[in-house]
T-cell receptor, first 114, second 115 residues
Framework: AQKVTQAQTEISVVEKEDVTLDCVYE???????LFWYKQPPSGELVFLIR??????QNEISGRYSWNFQKSTSSFNFTITASQVVDSAVYFCALSEANTDKLIFGTGTRLQVFP | NAGVTQTPKFQVLKTGQSMTLQCAQDMNHNSMYWYRQDPGMGLRLIYY???????DKGEVPNGYNVSRLNKREFSLRLESAAPSQTSVYFCASSRVFEATNEKLFFGSGTQLSVL
């Protein structure tokens, strides 16, 4: 069965600190996809990244970076030099190939204080 | 650039009342989904539709019914609302492309309170 665990319920940092959000997943499939979504206080869900299980290269997009390690079943998300606008709930999610279903973790609420 | 449109945005029901949440997408996506979001639970899949004419249960289907009216529209019905169905409901859609799992596009959500 699929499962996504985000053990950090809430993280608070001061602006300009780096912060890493952890995501651990479980799946029996060899082909699967991992996602991160951001939910700002306004409530909408914003897609951040999608990764397939065959691509373990780390990815960097501006201040955001993702570290995918199949050996530890983790797909962690780091924000460098955090800003107040990064305050949101961040969800990690998993989808097995050909299922059309996205299974979400419980989310990590990030608060960035000025 | 409408994307995924959900109506209504807010709704208050009394226990036992029924209502239908509407969802429409204009991106020609094959797959559509209904999720509910509860504090500390993340988003949980209620029902999904992989294509027009098909629907399947997700994690938490009890108390809900769905209709994939056409390719654009996917509605969620609460036949007899219960306080446990107080939640924020999100509709989403995705395309199916070469058997890969594309990202989901979400609507803005419906905040439902059942008293």
């Amino acid at each position: 069965a699929q499962k996504v665990t985000q053990a950090q319920t809430e993280i608070s940092v001061v602006e300009k600190e780096d912060v890493t959000l952890d995501c651990v997943y479980e799946t029996r499939d060899t082909t699967y996809y991992l996602f991160w979504y951001k939910q700002p206080p306004s409530g909408e869900l914003v897609f951040l990244i999608r990764r397939n299980s065959f691509d373990e290269q780390n990815e960097i997009s501006g201040r955001y970076s993702w570290n995918f390690q199949k050996s530890t079943s983790s797909f962690n998300f780091t924000i460098t030099a955090s800003q107040v606008v990064d305050s949101a709930v961040y969800f990690c999610a998993l989808s097995e190939a050909n299922t059309d279903k996205l299974i979400f973790g419980t989310g990590t609420r990030l608060q960035v204080f000025p | 650039n409408a994307g995924v449109t959900q109506t209504p945005k807010f709704q208050v029901l009394k226990t036992g009342q029924s209502m239908t949440l509407q969802c429409a997408q204009d991106m020609n996506h094959n797959s559509m989904y209904w999720y509910r979001q509860d504090p500390g639970m993340g988003l949980r899949l209620i029902y999904y539709s992989a294509s027009e004419g098909t629907t399947d249960k997700g994690e938490v289907p009890n108390g809900y019914n769905v209709s994939r009216l056409n390719k654009r529209e996917f509605s969620l019905r609460l036949e007899s609302a219960a306080p446990s169905q107080t939640s924020v409901y999100f509709c989403a859609s995705s395309r199916v492309f070469e058997a890969t799992n594309e990202k989901l596009f979400f609507g803005s959500g419906t905040q439902l309170s059942v008293l």
